[in-house]
C-alpha cells in the first residue's frame, strides 16, 4: 500500500457530501450505503441504480436547464442509451457560474506556460469576454448550431478560449495539435467539412520554435469549406505579419486579436442534452481515424464525477495534465474549469530545459493535481530526478498517470520521490468515453501496481472467453450498463454500423474495450495491456504490460516493445525490442540480464525468444506503443496499407520494423 486516505479528509470531502446526498434522495433505496465512506458500498449501488445515481449527480452539481429534463435514463440499452430527454443545456453555462467568485478571490481561470516565455494569467473575467467575442465574430461568420469549428493549435489559453466559444453557440469542436502533419490533420479535421479553422503560426517544443504557416496553408487548402481562418500569432512575427503571411484562398482571414476584439455578452445555446459538443479522433494508425462524438450532458455530468468526486477538484485547486489538443485528456482538463478550478495550459516539452521540467513548472504555479505518462515518470527515475527535494511541491496533493500501464516500482518511486502524502491516481480509460473506467477516490487506498477503483456509474467487470465476469482472474474489460459519455455516434456512421462493430460485436449489449485486466478482490483493477496485442504461448495468455515492467526498469534500457508473432506450422516467436540508453551495448550478458529480469519478476513463460536492439519504439501520437500494427509487418504485411505513418510519431521507424520478419 502506497497510500492511505486521511480519515479528516475523507470527511470533507465531495465524495462523502455526495454519498450523503445519495442517501437522502433515496432512503429506500435497497443497497443505498449508509456510511458516506464506505466507496465500495456506494459503487455497487451507483451501478445496480444507474438513473437515480445520474439524477443525483445532475442534482448534486445543480445543473441548469431550460425545461424539465425527464427521467435521468430513459432507455437502458447498449447503445443506444436515452439520458435526461427533456434537458435543454449548455456545457459552457457551467463553467462561468464560477466566474465571478473565482475572480474575486483572485484566482485565475487559466495559467498560460510555454517555452521561452513569461507565465500568463487569464482572469476568468477575461476567459468569459474573450469567449464572448469570439462567439460574436463566429456567428456574424455564419456559425450556428450543428456547424463545425476546428483548430490546428498547440496547448495554450486562445485554444480553451476557441472551444468555448464554439461550445457556446451549439457548434461542433474538433482539434489536434501541431504535431501533426498538415496531411494528418486533413485526415482528421476534413471529415467535418468545418466552415471555420482557428491555427497558430507555429508552437515550441524542447526549445526549438516550429514554424506551422507552411502547414496551415496546406490544411486551408484541404478544407475547402471554410469562410473563415482565425490565425494565432505564436513566432515572434508580428499579428499582422503573420496573417499577411498565409496564401490567398477562398476564406477570410482574421488575426486573434481582430477576432476577440469588442465586448460583446456571452449568450449561450441551450441544446439537447445529446448534441454534439466535440468530436475527437481514434489514434488512427491503421486506416482513417474514427470521429468520436460526445454530446454536451454526457461530458458535463461525467467529467464533473470524475474530476470533483474522484479527484477532488474544485475552487482553490490548480489542474495541470501535460497533453496536447489532440489527446482527450486535453478535453479532460479544460473540465477543470467545470469545477472552478485553475487550470494550466502549456506549448512545450515536459523535459525542457531538463528531464524535470514538469515539476519545476507544477512548483512554481502551485499546482494540486499534476498528470503525466508512465514514460515520464520512468524517464525521471532514470535521470535520477528528486522532484521534491529539487522543487517546492507543498502543494501538490495528487499525481495523475495514464496513457499506458504505471509499473509498481514507478509507483514506488513516485511515492519515495515525491512524498507519501501525494496520493498517485493512475488511471485508465480512452477516447472513447472521453473519461476514465478506473482511478483513484479520496477514501480508496492506494496500492502499488493497481488502478484504485472502478469509478462511479462505471459497471466495469472482467469477463472470461465465455461471457462470464471474474475476480482475480485476467479477462476482458467491459463495460455492462451504459454511461452518458459514451459516443452519440460516430462521425459518417449513418446506420451506426462502425460503433456497434467497434464495442459490441464480441458480446451484445456489452461494451468491450479492447482491454486485458484483473478485478481483485478488494476492487482495485491491474491492466495487462491491449487484449489485441495479448501474447498467446502455448495456450497461456499474458500481458504485455507484465514484461515491461520487469525490462524498463533495467538501468541500460530505455524502452521496450514486445510482440507474440503465430508463426506457420503453429509456431510462435516472441522478439523483445529494446531501445538502449546512450552509451549501452546489447551484449549476451545484457540480454541474458534481460531474460533473467523477466523470468524472475514475470515468469518463465514470459521470457522472450529473442532480444534485439532497436532504434526506437514507434508510437502513435499519443504515446501509445504500435503492438497490434508492427506485429502485422511481422507477418509480412504491405506496411504501406497496414499503417498510416502520419499517425505515427517516427514513421521512419515503420520501414526498419518490417524489415524484421521472421526469416528477413
Not at 438513473?51 to 425545461?67: N, P, R
Not at 462567439?135 to 493549435?153: F, K, M, N, S
Not at 441551450?270 to 479522433?281: C, E, I, N, Y
Request: glycine fraction near 12%; include cysteine.
Amino acid at each position: 500500500m502506497l497510500w492511505e486516505p486521511d480519515a479528516e479528509a475523507v470527511a470533507g470531502s465531495a465524495i462523502v457530501e455526495f454519498a450523503d446526498l445519495v442517501r437522502q434522495l433515496n432512503p429506500d433505496s435497497p443497497g443505498v450505503p449508509t456510511d458516506a465512506s464506505d466507496y465500495d458500498r456506494l459503487w455497487q449501488w451507483s451501478t445496480e441504480n444507474l438513473g437515480a445515481f445520474w439524477q443525483a449527480v445532475w442534482d448534486y452539481f445543480d445543473i441548469a436547464s431550460d425545461t424539465d429534463p425527464g427521467p435521468a435514463l430513459a432507455e437502458d440499452r447498449m447503445p443506444g442509451a436515452s439520458w435526461f430527454p427533456g434537458a435543454r443545456i449548455n456545457y459552457v453555462d457551467q463553467v462561468f457560474r464560477h466566474a465571478e467568485q473565482q475572480d474575486a478571490a483572485g484566482r485565475p481561470a487559466i495559467v498560460d506556460l510555454a517555452e521561452g516565455r513569461e507565465p500568463r494569467a487569464v482572469p476568468w473575467g477575461e476567459l468569459r469576454s474573450r469567449t464572448a467575442a469570439l462567439a460574436h465574430t463566429l456567428r456574424g461568420a455564419g456559425v450556428g448550431p450543428g456547424d463545425r469549428v476546428v483548430g490546428y493549435l498547440p496547448n495554450i489559453a486562445e485554444t480553451v478560449i476557441a472551444f468555448l466559444a464554439t461550445a457556446s453557440i451549439g457548434a461542433v469542436w474538433g482539434a489536434c495539435g501541431q504535431d501533426y502533419s498538415a496531411p494528418a490533420a486533413v485526415d482528421r479535421l476534413g471529415q467535418l467539412e468545418p466552415s471555420v479553422l482557428i491555427a497558430a503560426d507555429g508552437y515550441d517544443y524542447g526549445g526549438k520554435p516550429r514554424d506551422q504557416r507552411a502547414a496551415v496553408d496546406e490544411l486551408r487548402a484541404g478544407l475547402p469549406g471554410l469562410a473563415l481562418t482565425v490565425l494565432v500569432a505564436r513566432s515572434g512575427r508580428g499579428e499582422d505579419d503573420a496573417v499577411g503571411s498565409l496564401a490567398a484562398g477562398g476564406d477570410r482571414v482574421l488575426g486573434w486579436s481582430a477576432a476577440t476584439a469588442g465586448e460583446h455578452p456571452l449568450v449561450t445555446e441551450r441544446v439537447a442534452f445529446d448534441h454534439p459538443l466535440w468530436v475527437v479522433f481514434s489514434s488512427g494508425t491503421t486506416g482513417l481515424p474514427k470521429g468520436i462524438v460526445h454530446g454536451h450532458g454526457g461530458v458535463l455530468l461525467e467529467h464533473l464525477k470524475a474530476g470533483v468526486l474522484h479527484s477532488g477538484l474544485g475552487p482553490g485547486e490548480t489542474f495541470f495534465w501535460f497533453t496536447s489538443p489532440s489527446w482527450m485528456m486535453w478535453n479532460f482538463q479544460v473540465a477543470g474549469l467545470l469545477a472552478g478550478a485553475t487550470i494550466v495550459t502549456y506549448d512545450g516539452s515536459p523535459a525542457h530545459p531538463g528531464p524535470d521540467g514538469l515539476w519545476r513548472m507544477a512548483a512554481e504555479s502551485a499546482v494540486t493535481i499534476l498528470g503525466t505518462s508512465p514514460g515520464y515518470v520512468l524517464a525521471c527515475m532514470k535521470a535520477g530526478a528528486h522532484p521534491a527535494g529539487d522543487h517546492d511541491l507543498t502543494a501538490l496533493r495528487m499525481v495523475g498517470v495514464t496513457g499506458a500501464t504505471l509499473p509498481a516500482t514507478s509507483a514506488e518511486w513516485l511515492r519515495d520521490e515525491v512524498g507519501e502524502r501525494v496520493q498517485i491516481n493512475s488511471i485508465s480509460g480512452g477516447t472513447d468515453v472521453v473519461t476514465a473506467f478506473v482511478g483513484a477516490a479520496p477514501n480508496v487506498p492506494v496500492w502499488a501496481g493497481e488502478l484504485s477503483c472502478r469509478l462511479l456509474g462505471v459497471a466495469l467487470a472482467a469477463f472470461d472467453p465465455a461471457g462470464e465476469p471474474v475476480v482475480g482472474e485476467v479477462g476482458e474489460l467491459v463495460v455492462t450498463r451504459p454511461m452518458p459519455s459514451m459516443p452519440v455516434r460516430f462521425w459518417n456512421d449513418p446506420d451506426g454500423a462502425r460503433y456497434r462493430d467497434a464495442y459490441f460485436d464480441t458480446y451484445p449489449g456489452v461494451w468491450r474495450h479492447g482491454d486485458w485486466v484483473t478485478v481483485t478482490a478488494r476492487g482495485s483493477v491491474e491492466i495487462h495491456g491491449r487484449s489485441d496485442s495479448t501474447l498467446n504461448r502455448n495456450g497461456i495468455r499474458m500481458g504485455s504490460a507484465d514484461i515491461y515492467q520487469a525490462v524498463e526498469s533495467i538501468p541500460e534500457v530505455a524502452e521496450a516493445m514486445v510482440l507474440g508473432v503465430e508463426q506457420p506450422g503453429g509456431g510462435y516467436w516472441m522478439p523483445l525490442f529494446v531501445v538502449l540508453r546512450e552509451g549501452a551495448d546489447l551484449d549476451d550478458a545484457l540480454a541474458d540480464r534481460i531474460k533473467a529480469a523477466v523470468r524472475d519478476q514475470a515468469s518463465p513463460r514470459h521470457v522472450p525468444d529473442e532480444v534485439i536492439a532497436a532504434p526506437a519504439i514507434p508510437h502513435t501520437r499519443t504515446g501509445k506503443k504500435l503492438e497490434v500494427p508492427i506485429k502485422r509487418l511481422l507477418l509480412g504485411a504491405d506496411p504501406a496499407t497496414t499503417v498510416d505513418r502520419t499517425a505515427v510519431d517516427d514513421p521512419g521507424l515503420i520501414d526498419w520494423y518490417a524489415a524484421h520478419k521472421r526469416g528477413v
